[in-house]
């Protein structure tokens, strides 16, 4: 197999399984109040992940640094394959921190890493401090509803509105991502192929995985969690950093909890979550830089 073969099915492997386990993070809040169906989720998540990846994804070229073969079989070795062992690991830690570690024996710079980590690091605190005050407002009004049938009819048109934006942002950020690797016209028809089948194959798994695998999420947790993750997933694009959706969702969902009637999420269970996700991080700088030897 020739390398630029290998780096296509990569990229479009990388896809696949991104895309099926975003379907989840995306509609899951959604799903698990139960006022948006499976089958409407498979629509909205696969129209607008490919809308965002084409409107916004060029913005996310400034984050691609490296892209080589070295970067995508690590990214595809630290993410993809724990995941099929029940390991989820954020693709964007991955991805972004395995350009840095494939190119240290050419002089790459950690600097530029420590200074993604950093807005990371700002960005959960933002999603942390974000949820709890959009928890509050949603407490307070949802207190004041009298009619219940106009009520879920609205808000379900309100949990499918940003389900839409979300899986936007999304597209816009992790796939943007991925697409930016993308070196021919044939990449980039890969990866958007590999999106649709990957979400269409796994769809029903990833949504009952987040939407009823841990806790039952509720409506203010739901419309919190859509509402922080769409804001910050959408200034990172903006600013071309590569934004863990995953990550931004729970800590959502987690700090939700402090302000709502009761916790969906226990602390201990949290921060297992948070420190499985941040080994990525150096598990991906020393797993690029022993694969850079391979060349």
């Not at 630029?4 to 989840?24: E, K, P, Q, R």
């Not at 990214?75 to 350009?99: D, E, R, W």
């Not at 044939?186 to 590999?194: A, H, K």
């Amino acid at each position: 197999m020739s390398i630029d073969i290998a780096y296509s099915v990569l990229l479009a492997l990388l896809s696949f399984v991104a895309s099926s386990s975003h379907v989840g993070i995306c509609l899951g809040p959604a799903v698990g109040t139960g006022l948006v169906k499976r089958r409407e989720a498979l629509a909205i998540y696969v129209s607008s992940i490919l809308l965002g990846a084409l409107l916004q994804g060029s913005l996310m070229k400034r984050a691609v640094v490296n892209a080589s073969l070295c970067v995508l079989g690590t990214a595809t070795a630290v993410s993809a394959i724990p995941s099929v062992m029940g390991i989820p690991l954020s693709l964007n830690f991955a991805l972004y921190t395995s350009q840095i570690g494939c190119g240290l024996r050419e002089g790459a710079m950690l600097t530029s890493l420590v200074m993604t980590c950093a807005a990371w690091a700002v960005a959960i605190a933002a999603c942390f401090a974000l949820s709890i005050l959009i928890q509050k407002v949603i407490s307070e009004r949802l207190s004041k509803v009298r009619t219940l049938g106009r009520f879920l009819t609205s808000y379900r048109t309100l949990l499918i509105t940003l389900s839409l934006l979300m899986s936007f942002v999304v597209g816009a950020n992790t796939f943007g991502f991925l697409i930016s690797f993308a070196k021919k016209s044939f990449d980039e028809i890969l990866v958007l192929t590999s999106i649709v089948l990957g979400s269409v194959s796994f769809y029903r798994k990833s949504l009952e995985r987040f939407a009823f695998g841990f806790f039952r999420i509720g409506l203010s947790h739901a419309t919190t969690c859509l509402v922080t993750s769409v804001v910050l997933v959408e200034v990172a694009t903006l600013l071309s950093v590569p934004m863990p959706a995953s990550l931004v969702s729970t800590t959502s969902i987690y700090a939700s909890g402090f302000v709502a009637p009761y916790r969906i999420l226990r602390s201990r269970n949290y921060l297992s979550y948070l420190l499985t996700q941040v080994i990525s991080i150096p598990l991906a700088l020393a797993f690029g830089f022993a694969l850079s030897y391979a060349k």
